[in-house]
């Protein structure tokens, strides 16, 4: 994504207006892990349906220590409209009020900045030391995965501790395995049963 964050890079300390007041970016997630959802428009009908199941996952996210927030081109207000759409679609209460706040960018300013295009939207997942861990960017026609981004983040969590790679498919429980850049006499001491390890 031209201009955009590549893996490895520093989020960058914005501030910005929110459904929950003005933050700093780095305030905001603290020692967390943080995820940063983006949409091109409010009320669009993928990214409602998208930040509906966000909201009924927000305890998944917050067993694993990740900060949820999301942008939007739109302003405050049409924010906190939209909020009461998106647990209308849940079924829940028409409140303002949802897990997670979103993100005033009715100029674009931050979406250019972070390179997400207008009609994508993007995902990224940043660790505590704030670097970008993962980015998946997907069209305006196809909905995001949230099972996919949770597994992500297993395995992105499970491998920034310890020293394993997962393999294809892999679930939270499923075995992993030893990364490359250790040497067998380490690997051996790490992993006396094998290379493969149950972990998660």
């Known amino acids: 994504m031209p201009g955009g964050l590549l893996l490895g890079d520093e ?8 459904t929950i007041g003005h933050i700093r970016f780095h305030d905001f997630l603290g020692d967390s892990w943080g995820i940063l959802f983006s949409h091109p428009r409010d009320f669009t009908p993928v990214c ?11 305890p998944e996210f917050a067993k694993r220590n990740i900060k949820m ?26 409140t303002e009020k949802l ?16 390179g997400m295009w207008h009609a994508a939207r993007v995902v990224f997942i940043f660790g505590p030391d704030k ?13 995001r995965n949230f099972d996919e981004i949770l597994r992500v983040i297993d395995s992105l969590q499970l491998t920034a501790y310890k020293k ?12 992993v395995m030893v990364v490359s850049t250790i040497s067998e006499e380490e690997a051996r001491k790490l992993f006396p049963k094998g ?3 149950k972990a998660c």
């Open 11 to 18: 989020a960058p300390n914005f501030e910005a207006d929110t």
């Open 48 to 58: 409602t349906t998208e930040l509906g199941c966000a909201a009924k996952l927000a």
């Open 69 to 94: 927030i999301a942008l939007s081109i739109d302003s405050v207000q049409d924010h906190l409209s939209w909020s009461k759409d998106i647990n209308a679609y849940n079924g829940e209460e028409d």
């Open 99 to 114: 897990p997670f706040p979103i993100i005033d960018d009715h100029k674009r300013d931050l979406a250019v900045k972070l």
């Open 131 to 143: 670097k970008l861990k993962l980015s998946i960017l997907y069209p305006e026609t196809t909905g």
């Open 164 to 175: 394993v790679a997962t393999p294809v498919d892999w679930k939270c429980g499923d075995g």
């Open 195 to 197: 290379k493969l390890h």
